[in-house]
């Protein structure tokens, strides 16, 4: 058995870790958030600290600079000082050595001090100092002889031997130079609050203390970490950090002093900064460990109550295991267990009451068992003697109404096996032994025939249990007639879809993942010849060798489960040119992985697309055709008017003008006259004239034609329409075939009062026009007798909402086929390169779906041809 606890214990300890996830969460806010906020104010205060004592040596030091500077312009400026008054200067800018320590000015070439000036205590030494040589000075060499203001290193003063440092300013001819020692510095930077321990330390270039607040390392080098913090090559003008000194770590800044080089540290041990911080989570922790205690104690105690508690409901719940209901529950102040007890209480009552149902259950159960279509039967498990146990009469009457026999636990099973086929009955005991002498579950399928002689199916089931150490089965038996019939159905509906796919017009193959078909529809059949049985379990490209291209196509459709579309493939048959379209679909079925390919013929939409682009170019030769008649009105009109002007000259002879020209060539106008009327010059001046009109004419008509109007829709009158084509189509001509449209004989039967019907006047005159030469040429091509000349009746009629146009000749006719296919894209009955097959197609196109009328023909062999227009007298 586990190990358990009891509640007290695991409430108190839940609790616990409950109250420790605010120490936790004041730790983590005070390590992400107060430490940071911390350490950044204390670098801040320790910059501002170090920036403000740098200001003041900055501004102490540099004061010097300028006092300095001021002094050297005052000598420079003043002629004739002597020696005394010299001396008297100096010494008055030393004075009590506030700044200066001494002042001497001395030449750059002999280096010796030429005059002197000492603060009050050192002037005693003046006489030691005067023409003291200067060369082995450092600072001296150092400065060298400069042109601007020099600052020299720190060095142990010349006067005082104390720790000092020189600035040089040249002067016309001269150096002037004053020591400053460094003592004050310290005195000034000492001021820092002690509490806290603050450090501040200024360091010359060399890494050496010049000036230090506590004055304890005063004069000394930099080393350690202090040094490699300080480092006096670092770069940056503000360095903050951390660094040991002594043993103890300390958090500081370093400020750069620019004009002299130096450096100022400001520093505070890190125990001291952090003072604060520490105070407050020693404040907090103290709080929250005392409230945790308390809590702990609180919760230890009521758990203890809790614990008794739930003692007591175990106790009662004990009771009612036991059959005991009428135990009295504890109550409790705690909604939820007051509740608890009132539920338990409940239970209680209920189990009380289910109890009694249970028995009337029973005998319901033993009615159900009677509504169950079937019968649920026991039997040993000994396959020699298979006895079913005696049961109720429910049991009994189940046997005699669904199998019709009588119930004999001894002799039920031979009974059974009497009333099964004579085929099946011994495939029925083998069933059964197999599954008794293998201990596993039975399973029998088969037909019944019940003693009246009904016949029905069965279905019997059953599973082993081990019971009292022997094996007993428990099935049911049950009548699988009406499964039978649903079978049938669905088999019917297997059929029944099998025939849909088999109608549809396009090609449905299935392939598995190597590419192996596993499906194929009568289409897949019709186009390749192949049933199922000799196409299926073969590798598509065997079957479908023109699909070879698209394997790839169907492993990554299968791979990736997309659709994958191949659109407008060329397949090129022994007759033609074919288009297809694949499209591949993933497909998974009982866990296997394949595609469904379908192959759909695109020809004629294809074809239906060419049309389109055909009808394009033939717009486009319409506006070439346009261009051409524009260019050919200008040289036409040109000879229209100089054959009009030659006829004018040579009517009226008598003029002045042809007077005198005859007499300069020694002629008359009456020869001139009897000359035009032998030659009959004058009749073809008329015929020059009268055929360039008809060539106007052609060109307008030309142009009317090819003229693409932007407002599309426009009214007009149907018989201008149709003369206009006629005067088109009379210019067509073919000497070669002896083709000539002026030959065919017209015959208008035009309705009078015709209305105005609205279309696009170039394309009904393109249809039109694409009629009439076809027939031209077709009665042309025959042979017409001569009492039966090629003849176009054209009618115009309005036939109720429509206006109808026939246009009928007398040629050879079409047969039945023909008919059937005359505005299909591409037919022709023209020999190859004689003709697109588009014309008609296109007018088709025109009339149908452009102007919504239509266009049908009537014809037969021998006896001629007549299309049908109808165009709606009114746009939708």
């Given at each position: 058995m586990?190990?358990?606890k009891?509640?007290?214990?695991?409430?108190?300890?839940?609790?616990a870790?409950?109250?420790?996830?605010?120490?936790?969460?004041?730790?983590?806010?005070?390590?992400?958030?107060?430490?940071?906020?911390?350490?950044?104010?204390?670098?801040?205060?320790?910059?501002?600290?170090?920036?403000?004592?740098?200001?003041q040596?900055?501004?102490?030091?540099?004061?010097?600079?300028?006092?300095?500077?001021?002094?050297?312009?005052?000598?420079?400026t003043?002629?004739?000082?002597?020696?005394?008054?010299?001396?008297?200067?100096?010494?008055?800018?030393?004075?009590?050595?506030?700044l200066?320590?001494?002042?001497?000015?001395?030449?750059?070439?002999?280096?010796?001090?030429?005059?002197?000036?000492?603060?009050?205590?050192?002037?005693?030494?003046?006489?030691?100092?005067?023409?003291l040589?200067?060369?082995?000075?450092?600072?001296?060499?150092?400065?060298?002889?400069p042109?601007?203001?020099?600052?020299?290193?720190?060095?142990?003063?010349?006067?005082?031997?104390?720790?000092?440092?020189?600035?040089?300013?040249?002067?016309?001819?001269?150096?002037?130079?004053?020591?400053?020692?460094?003592?004050?510095?310290?005195?000034?930077?000492?001021?820092?609050?002690?509490?806290?321990?603050?450090?501040?330390?200024?360091?010359?270039?060399?890494?050496?203390?010049?000036?230090?607040?506590?004055?304890?390392?005063?004069?000394?080098?930099?080393?350690?970490?202090?040094?490699?913090?300080?480092?006096?090559?670092?770069?940056?003008?503000?360095?903050?950090?951390?660094?040991?000194?002594?043993?103890?770590?300390?958090?500081?800044?370093?400020?750069?002093?620019?004009?002299?080089?130096?450096?100022?540290?400001?520093?505070?041990?890190?125990?001291?900064?952090?003072?604060?911080?520490?105070?407050?989570?020693?404040?907090?922790?103290?709080?929250?460990?005392?409230?945790?205690?308390?809590?702990?104690?609180?919760?230890?105690?009521?758990?203890?109550?809790?614990?008794?508690?739930?003692?007591?409901?175990?106790?009662?719940?004990?009771?009612?295991?036991?059959?005991?209901?009428d135990?009295?529950?504890?109550?409790?102040?705690?909604?939820e267990?007051?509740?608890?007890?009132?539920?338990?209480?409940?239970?209680?009552?209920?189990?009380?009451?289910?109890?009694?149902?249970?028995?009337?259950?029973?005998?319901?159960?033993?009615?159900?068992?009677?509504n169950?279509?079937?019968?649920?039967?026991?039997?040993?498990?000994?396959?020699?003697?298979?006895?079913?146990n005696?049961?109720?009469?429910?049991?009994?009457?189940?046997?005699?109404a669904?199998?019709?026999?009588?119930?004999?636990p001894?002799?039920?099973?031979?009974?059974?096996?009497a009333?099964?086929?004579?085929?099946?009955?011994s495939?029925?005991?083998?069933?059964?032994?197999?599954?008794?002498d293998?201990?596993?579950?039975?399973?029998?399928?088969?037909?019944?025939?019940?003693?009246?002689?009904?016949?029905?199916?069965?279905e019997?089931?059953?599973?082993?249990?081990?019971v009292?150490?022997?094996?007993?089965?428990?099935?049911?038996?049950?009548?699988?007639?009406?499964?039978?019939?649903?079978?049938?159905?669905l088999?019917?509906?297997?059929?029944?879809?099998?025939?849909?796919?088999?109608?549809?017009?396009?090609?449905?193959?299935?392939?598995?993942?190597?590419?192996?078909?596993?499906?194929?529809?009568?289409?897949?059949?019709?186009?390749?010849?192949?049933?199922?049985?000799?196409?299926?379990?073969r590798?598509?490209?065997?079957?479908?060798?023109?699909?070879?291209?698209?394997?790839?196509?169907?492993?990554?459709?299968?791979?990736?489960?997309?659709?994958?579309?191949?659109?407008?493939?060329?397949?090129?048959?022994?007759q033609?040119?074919?288009?297809?379209?694949v499209?591949?679909?993933?497909?998974?079925?009982?866990?296997v992985?394949?595609?469904?390919?379908?192959?759909?013929?695109?020809?004629?939409?294809?074809?239906?697309e060419?049309?389109?682009?055909?009808?394009?170019?033939?717009?486009?030769?319409?506006?070439?055709?346009?261009?051409?008649?524009?260019e050919?009105?200008?040289?036409?009109?040109?000879?229209?008017?100089?054959?009009?002007?030659?006829?004018?000259?040579?009517?009226?002879?008598?003029?002045?003008?042809?007077?005198?020209?005859?007499?300069?060539?020694?002629?008359?106008?009456d020869?001139?006259?009897?000359?035009?009327?032998?030659?009959?010059?004058?009749r073809?001046?008329?015929?020059?004239?009268?055929?360039g009109?008809?060539?106007?004419?052609?060109?307008?008509?030309?142009?009317?034609?090819?003229?693409?109007?932007?407002?599309?829709?426009?009214?007009?009158?149907?018989?201008?329409?149709?003369?206009?084509?006629?005067?088109?189509?009379?210019?067509?001509?073919?000497?070669?075939k002896?083709?000539?449209?002026?030959?065919?004989?017209?015959?208008?039967?035009?309705?009078?009062?015709?209305?105005?019907?609205?279309?696009?006047?170039?394309?009904i005159?393109?249809?039109?026009?694409?009629?009439?030469?076809?027939?031209?040429?077709a009665?042309?091509?025959?042979?017409?007798?001569?009492?039966?000349?090629p003849?176009?009746?054209?009618?115009?009629?309005?036939?109720?909402?429509?206006?109808?146009?026939?246009?009928?000749?007398?040629?050879?006719g079409?047969?039945?086929?023909?008919?059937?296919?005359?505005?299909?894209?591409?037919?022709?009955?023209?020999?190859?390169?004689?003709?697109t097959?588009?014309?008609?197609?296109?007018?088709?196109?025109?009339?149908?779906?452009?102007?919504?009328?239509?266009?049908?023909?009537?014809?037969?062999?021998?006896?001629?041809?007549?299309?049908?227009?109808?165009?709606?007298?009114?746009?939708?």
């Amino acid at each position: 058995m586990k190990k358990t606890k009891s509640l007290r214990y695991h409430q108190s300890l839940q609790f616990a870790l409950v109250a420790g996830l605010p120490v936790l969460m004041i730790a983590i806010l005070v390590w992400l958030f107060l430490l940071p906020a911390m350490q950044s104010d204390t670098k801040i205060r320790h910059q501002g600290m170090a920036r403000s004592i740098a200001g003041q040596v900055s501004s102490n030091v540099l004061g010097g600079q300028r006092q300095l500077a001021a002094l050297a312009n005052f000598i420079q400026t003043i002629d004739g000082f002597s020696d005394r008054q010299l001396t008297a200067l100096l010494d008055s800018q030393c004075g009590e050595g506030e700044l200066f320590e001494t002042i001497y000015i001395s030449s750059p070439l002999k280096q010796r001090v030429m005059a002197l000036g000492l603060t009050r205590s050192r002037r005693f030494l003046r006489r030691d100092l005067i023409g003291l040589d200067l060369s082995g000075r450092r600072f001296v060499k150092a400065a060298g002889i400069p042109e601007n203001p020099v600052w020299s290193e720190t060095f142990m003063s010349t006067v005082s031997r104390r720790l000092a440092v020189a600035l040089t300013i040249p002067m016309s001819e001269n150096l002037i130079t004053a020591e400053i020692t460094l003592d004050n510095l310290s005195e000034k930077i000492s001021q820092l609050p002690g509490e806290n321990q603050f450090l501040t330390y200024v360091i010359d270039r060399n890494g050496r203390i010049v000036a230090d607040s506590q004055r304890s390392n005063w004069g000394q080098r930099l080393q350690g970490s202090l040094f490699a913090f300080a480092d006096p090559e670092h770069g940056g003008q503000v360095i903050s950090g951390s660094f040991e000194l002594d043993g103890a770590s300390y958090l500081g800044t370093v400020v750069s002093i620019d004009a002299l080089g130096w450096k100022v540290i400001v520093a505070q041990p890190a125990s001291k900064a952090y003072s604060p911080l520490r105070s407050t989570l020693i404040t907090f922790a103290l709080g929250l460990t005392m409230a945790s205690i308390l809590a702990l104690f609180l919760s230890w105690n009521r758990a203890k109550r809790l614990s008794h508690i739930f003692r007591a409901y175990t106790e009662k719940a004990r009771a009612i295991a036991d059959g005991r209901y009428d135990k009295i529950w504890p109550s409790s102040a705690i909604t939820e267990l007051y509740l608890l007890g009132q539920s338990l209480k409940h239970m209680a009552g209920m189990i009380d009451q289910r109890e009694k149902e249970l028995v009337k259950k029973r005998e319901a159960m033993k009615n159900l068992i009677a509504n169950v279509p079937g019968i649920m039967y026991k039997f040993s498990g000994n396959s020699q003697h298979p006895e079913f146990n005696d049961a109720s009469t429910v049991l009994k009457e189940k046997v005699k109404a669904l199998l019709g026999i009588h119930w004999h636990p001894k002799q039920l099973f031979n009974d059974f096996i009497a009333c099964l086929p004579k085929a099946d009955q011994s495939r029925f005991v083998l069933s059964v032994q197999k599954a008794v002498d293998a201990v596993t579950p039975w399973h029998y399928e088969g037909r019944f025939i019940k003693p009246d002689g009904e016949e029905i199916w069965i279905e019997c089931t059953s599973q082993p249990r081990s019971v009292d150490k022997k094996i007993v089965y428990y099935g049911f038996i049950m009548d699988s007639t009406r499964r039978k019939e649903a079978e049938e159905e669905l088999r019917q509906l297997k059929n029944y879809l099998s025939n849909i796919i088999d109608s549809m017009p396009s090609v449905l193959v299935g392939v598995d993942h190597n590419i192996r078909v596993t499906q194929w529809n009568q289409q897949a059949r019709n186009i390749t010849g192949l049933n199922f049985e000799e196409a299926g379990a073969r590798h598509l490209t065997e079957v479908l060798p023109h699909l070879a291209d698209k394997i790839e196509q169907i492993k990554t459709a299968i791979r990736e489960h997309r659709v994958i579309n191949a659109p407008k493939i060329p397949v090129k048959t022994k007759q033609e040119i074919r288009f297809e379209d694949v499209t591949i679909f993933p497909l998974t079925a009982d866990g296997v992985e394949g595609a469904v390919i379908r192959v759909d013929d695109i020809t004629e939409q294809v074809r239906l697309e060419e049309m389109m682009i055909q009808s394009e170019k033939m717009l486009s030769v319409g506006g070439l055709a346009a261009g051409m008649a524009h260019e050919i009105n200008n040289p036409l009109a040109a000879m229209i008017q100089t054959a009009n002007v030659v006829k004018l000259r040579l009517e009226n002879l008598e003029i002045r003008a042809n007077l005198k020209a005859a007499e300069e060539v020694g002629i008359t106008v009456d020869q001139i006259s009897a000359f035009m009327e032998k030659r009959s010059i004058l009749r073809m001046l008329d015929a020059i004239n009268e055929s360039g009109q008809r060539v106007a004419g052609i060109v307008g008509n030309m142009l009317s034609f090819a003229r693409k109007s932007e407002s599309a829709f426009s009214s007009h009158h149907p018989a201008q329409l149709i003369d206009k084509v006629l005067e088109l189509a009379a210019t067509d001509y073919n000497l070669k075939k002896k083709y000539d449209f002026k030959t065919i004989k017209i015959i208008k039967e035009y309705e009078k009062n015709l209305p105005m019907v609205p279309c696009e006047a170039a394309k009904i005159q393109q249809v039109l026009l694409n009629i009439l030469r076809n027939g031209a040429q077709a009665m042309q091509s025959q042979d017409m007798a001569d009492n039966d000349p090629p003849c176009f009746i054209l009618k115009i009629a309005e036939e109720k909402n429509m206006l109808r146009i026939e246009i009928q000749d007398n040629g050879p006719g079409m047969d039945e086929a023909t008919q059937s296919r005359i505005f299909e894209p591409f037919f022709t009955t023209k020999p190859v390169g004689k003709g697109t097959g588009l014309g008609l197609s296109v007018s088709y196109f025109i009339i149908t779906q452009n102007h919504r009328g239509t266009l049908d023909v009537e014809s037969s062999l021998k006896k001629g041809s007549n299309f049908i227009i109808r165009l709606p007298l009114e746009r939708e």
